[in-house]
């Protein structure tokens, strides 16, 4: 198993940093700036709408100006009712907040009937053509809707719910796959544990949670999870599942 999946020019760690929670606090800052500088991870998911706005402020205070192996991804366009001038307002907002001039990778967060995924990836491409959005993503979608966002602009990952124990996005995680598409699934670690995981978690020394993770990595060759986490010590544990490596028949048996 890979411990990268290339997206663009950079080659991302699989497991990555959800920010769904994060504060601007001294403590939350300094949590930022340790995990940049003391671990493997290069890659932070956040949102316009994560705490009101103040987890992509808290990146931007600790982190901005990132480093060149660093993507933070966000999102923007959740609530109907914005519109494209909403969008566009919400996606200048990021910059500002995150302090750059550059978004390395900003999706779509919903599709609804007030930002369609052809006005929004119209948008979006804009951006990307004047170099200040590098790549583009969409997030809770289906196939179809992919294809109809890759109609009108290039689709760089996918953000679906999906974990060993959410999979209703099967069949998206494959063609993201086929095409060389990166798949994030988001909430990879919720809901209660299979009974096998624990089996297997004792078999290789590990936690529950790190074979959760590896099942995730086993699943898809584009896979890069995104578990949420405000310690330093719990990012490392996440990290540690890149060295897991489930056998076939334990893939099967957490699976099934």
Known sequence: MTSTVPLGDK?????????????????????????????????????????AGESEQTIGAALSPFPDDLLVATKGGYNE?????????EL??????????VIELYYQHRVHPDLTIEDAMAVLNEY??????????????????????????????VQNEYSLVSRAHDDEVDHCAAEGIVFVPYFPLRGEDPPAVAEVAEAHGATPSQIRLAWLMRRSPTIVTIPGTLSL?????NLAALEIELTEAEFDQLSG
């Open 233 to 237: 010590e719990h990012l490392r544990e």
């Open 11 to 51: 080659q991302l760690t699989r497991i990555g940093l959800g920010t769904n929670r994060l504060t601007n606090t001294p403590e939350n800052r300094e949590f930022l700036k340790a995990a940049v500088a003391e671990t493997a991870l290069n890659h932070i998911d956040t949102a316009h709408l994560y705490t």
């Open 81 to 89: 009712g914005g519109g494209i001038e909403g969008f566009r307002a």
């Open 92 to 101: 200048e907002q990021s910059f500002e907040r995150l302090r750059t001039e």
């Open 128 to 157: 990307r053509e004047a170099g200040r959005i590098r790549h583009i993503g969409i997030s809770a979608v289906t196939i179809a809707e992919i294809e109809r966002a890759r109609s009108v602009a290039p689709i760089a990952a």
